[in-house]
């Protein structure tokens, strides 16, 4: 198998943001994250610690204007990293999923690093704003992750009461199913895990 080091870096620079991302997929889910939006950089923290996968988000953007530049680009620029990381994703488990408890909360996330991008959202927040960020922009952030990273991605709110446990399951959720996808199967070796014998386009 190869020993090349899972490790990917984006800078992002924009009129609006500027953004830098570095990934590492077999670190320990160390964060060092600054975006200037508080609960963003909460649950950023949370996708490292349980994904295990090693994250450092410096964002500086038009936060005067609104939240939605610099949300939306920090996510672009972190699923940007996860591919560099990930290169032809050979010999990856692929698929990863979970299903998170947090109190009164249930949700399910299931992904697949397949190259072909999408988001599939059931999620409904009963309240406009977490901590001071919107609570519309949480779906485009997921989006805008699932795009840049090639991600098949379903998140489900199954039942939940508390706006902050729905989001912050749906991050524990993204983290765990993405721990098993990006992990490495020594059955697989330097494979593609797909019959194509390469991930994208329209088959499987």
């Given at each position: 198998?190869?020993?090349?080091?899972?490790?990917?870096?984006?800078?992002?620079?924009?009129?609006?943001?500027?953004?830098?991302?570095?990934?590492?997929?077999?670190?320990?889910?160390?964060?060092?994250?600054?975006?200037?939006?508080?609960?963003?950089d909460?649950?950023?923290?949370?996708?490292?610690?349980?994904?295990?996968?090693?994250?450092?988000?410096?964002?500086?953007?038009?936060?005067?204007i609104?939240?939605?530049?610099?949300?939306?680009?920090?996510?672009?620029?972190?699923?940007?990293?996860?591919?560099?990381?990930?290169?032809?994703?050979?010999?990856?488990?692929?698929?990863?999923?979970?299903?998170?408890?947090?109190?009164?909360?249930?949700?399910?996330v299931?992904?697949?690093?397949?190259?072909?991008?999408?988001?599939?959202?059931?999620?409904?927040?009963?309240?406009q704003?977490?901590?001071?960020?919107?609570?519309?922009?949480?779906?485009?952030?997921?989006?805008?992750?699932?795009?840049?990273?090639?991600?098949?991605?379903?998140?489900?709110?199954?039942?939940?009461?508390?706006?902050?446990?729905?989001?912050?399951?749906?991050?524990?959720?993204?983290?765990?199913?993405?721990r098993?996808?990006?992990?490495?199967?020594?059955?697989?070796?330097?494979?593609?895990?797909?019959?194509k014998?390469?991930?994208?386009?329209?088959?499987k």
């Amino acid at each position: 198998m190869s020993q090349r080091l899972r490790k990917g870096s984006v800078e992002r620079k924009t009129r609006e943001t500027k953004i830098k991302v570095a990934v590492y997929l077999d670190g320990t889910g160390v964060a060092d994250v600054s975006t200037g939006i508080g609960f963003l950089d909460h649950m950023i923290e949370q996708l490292a610690r349980h994904s295990l996968i090693d994250l450092t988000v410096k964002a500086e953007g038009d936060l005067h204007i609104d939240q939605h530049h610099t949300s939306e680009d920090t996510a672009l620029a972190l699923g940007q990293a996860l591919s560099e990381a990930l290169g032809e994703r050979r010999g990856i488990n692929r698929y990863g999923d979970s299903l998170i408890p947090m109190d009164e909360t249930l949700t399910r996330v299931a992904l697949d690093l397949s190259n072909r991008p999408y988001l599939v959202w059931k999620v409904v927040l009963h309240r406009q704003k977490l901590g001071e960020m919107d609570s519309e922009l949480f779906k485009e952030w997921f989006h805008a992750l699932a795009q840049t990273a090639g991600m098949t991605l379903h998140v489900e709110n199954l039942y939940g009461v508390n706006s902050h446990h729905v989001i912050e399951s749906c991050f524990k959720g993204l983290a765990r199913a993405l721990r098993v996808a990006v992990a490495l199967d020594p059955r697989q070796a330097d494979v593609v895990p797909s019959t194509k014998g390469v991930l994208g386009g329209t088959l499987k």
